[in-house]
């Protein structure tokens, strides 16, 4: 270990690595369910391919807004350090509180119990198997983390590929029903869709969608490319998302063409189907292999992440110092690994007594989507506050990009709100927490972070 003044991150990690990490952890579990919840509400196949293709432009222009947000504010804290410099220490703590005791380590023990709801299918533990799988993934995924980053980048890059391999599944059992010429399940072009219907299967698109902007922690540890001076995380994020929209459209053209439109809609497990469809029912195994490893890939960069946004805020408090040690020989900030392992498991203890996946769901959603809002909005006031900032890439036709965006997701958090409605209450005094831990431990006005990592721009 090192001594958490002498040691920070530095510029290591190559785009194709974060385009990676970015896409195993989008790409999660949900999108083997998300299909069926979206053509419930559109209705026609058309619609269903118009709502994906929107969520993806949605996406893309958050990414646009992070790409500026995060090369004018390279940090290992991401979303942290630009809403700090944003709204002040309060606001960009009670974030990182937030990132620490619901967020990541909310969707880390979620996906926990996806691994176990499938595994437990095919190899039974009982009624608390999906439980007893979720501690496991979260203990050994925490332990793969630790392994660190500089020697490990492989494995990355294999566990990513499982998942990539899921849904290329889906995509080989619809050409093989094409090649069979077997036709799909329903016959039909469904409803046409009403307003309420797309906005709603909006929301679903969006969440699956989730995610992507955890990779700004990662800006200060992307090397630096020659088209301009932190121009990496602009060609990282802009990348990774259209991975992912030419990704999920494939899956949804699977599926479509395997159920139908009617089909789709009525399904439950719509992958399966389409797996037992057109390879017999033994198919339901591998498919729960694929969910599972899906799932694992999603908690990999979800740690990855979500250990960096601890470790830069507990580095600027010394009362949560401990955390703060980057250890530089793995080139990770271990001691907010094992933190965040340590709530993760404690999250999966709650989600094993009340409801296991629904409980974690209502735990994060509006969470998550207020503070994105507030990320958008980011954009608008720091151009306002810090005008004269050096800023390598900048937001295309502002500020009605920035405010689509915010707009997109305040939608996402009303819509949040109105679904969980009194469960949202645990998050939000889970929130106001983080708060008082922000009035009660000053911040560290001196200290500062010694690495080439992070920001060199100064006012011009």
């Keep these: 270990m090192t001594d958490p003044d002498t040691a920070a991150p530095t510029r290591h ?25 979206v053509a419930q509400n559109v209705g ?37 350090h630009f809403l700090t410099k944003a709204y002040g220490t309060t ?13 990541n380590t909310g969707s880390i023990a979620l996906l926990g119990f996806v691994i176990g709801d499938y595994l437990n299918l095919v190899w039974n533990l009982g009624p608390h198997g999906p439980a007893l799988y979720a501690f496991g993934a979260v203990v050994i995924m925490t332990a793969f983390n630790l392994r660190g980053t500089q020697g490990g980048v492989a494995a990355d890059y294999v566990i990513t590929c499982l998942e990539v391999l899921g849904l290329l599944m889906l995509a080989a059992a619809a050409a093989w029903l094409v090649l069979q010429a077997i036709p799909p399940t329903t016959i039909g072009s469904g409803n046409p869709p ?13 969440l699956a969608f989730g995610g992507w902007s955890e990779m700004a922690t990662l800006s200060a540890e992307i090397k630096i490319t020659r088209n301009g001076p932190n121009q990496s995380m602009v060609i990282a994020l802009v990348s990774a998302v259209a991975i992912i929209t030419a990704l ?5 053209w699977a599926l479509l063409r395997g159920l139908g439109i009617e089909g789709l809609a009525r399904s439950e497990t719509p992958a399966a189907d389409l797996m037992v469809r057109a390879f017999g029912p033994d198919a339901g195994i591998l498919l729960a292999i694929g969910v599972a490893a899906a799932a694992i890939t999603s908690i990999n960069g979800t740690m990855i992440v979500g250990a960096r946004t601890t470790y830069a805020a507990a580095h600027d408090r010394e009362a949560f110092s401990w955390i703060a040690t980057w250890d530089r020989a793995r080139g990770i900030p271990s001691q907010a690994f094992l933190a965040q392992g340590a709530v993760s498991i404690a999250l999966v203890a709650l989600g094993a007594f009340y409801h296991g996946f629904a409980t974690l769901v209502d735990y994060t959603a509006p969470v998550y989507w207020a503070y994105l809002t507030a990320s958008g909005l980011a954009v608008i ?29 305040a939608a996402m958090l009303w819509s949040s709100l109105n679904y969980v409605k009194v469960g949202a209450l645990f998050g939000v005094g889970v929130v106001a927490v983080g708060i008082g831990l922000a009035l009660i431990t000053k911040p560290l006005k001196v200290k500062m972070m010694k690495s080439t990592g992070q920001n060199t721009n100064k006012p011009v």
């Excluded at 999920?248 to 949804?252: E, K, Q, R, S």
Aim: glycine share 10%.
């Design 91 to 103: 606001f960009g703590f009670s974030f990182a509180w937030a990132r620490f005791a619901i967020i």
């Design 13 to 37: 990690l190559s785009i194709s690595y974060v385009v990676l990490i970015a896409v195993g952890m989008v790409v999660g579990a949900g999108i083997f369910k998300s299909p069926a919840l």
């Design 194 to 206: 009403d307003l309420a219907g797309v906005g709603y299967g909006l929301v679903f698109v969006l």
């Design 248 to 252: 999920y459209l494939l899956a949804n």
């Design 381 to 409: 006031r720091l151009r306002q506050t810090q005008p004269h900032f050096s800023r390598p890439f900048k937001v295309p036709f502002y500020p009605f990009l920035p405010l689509f965006f915010a707009a997109s997701s």
């Design 44 to 80: 026609t196949p058309l619609a269903v391919y118009g709502v994906w293709i929107f969520g993806g432009l949605i996406t893309m222009i958050g990414a646009l807004c992070y790409s500026e947000l995060s090369t004018a504010y390279p940090h290992a804290g991401g979303d942290y």
